[in-house]
């Protein structure tokens, strides 16, 4: 994304927080591109969900290991 000074200015840090969250932030002046906004720390703020899936799979059958108690708690 790039936006112009003035507007750079007036919504710095919302700006800032884009650039954390790891989009593009090129601030310039006249249409032409001057400085970019970039994070000191490159670890991304944001979890990625889903990095996991399919690398732990439950078989135990948990209904029906536990019946007796499940029946127990709630007769």
Known sequence: MQVNLHDAKTHLSRYVEQ??????VV??????????????DTT?????????RSQGIATADVKGDFAADINAMFS
């Open 27 to 40: 601030i310039a002046r006249a249409g032409k591109p001057l400085v970019k906004l970039v994070p000191v």
């Open 44 to 52: 991304p703020r944001r979890r990625k969900l889903g990095f996991m």
């Open 19 to 24: 650039a954390l969250d790891g989009d593009d």
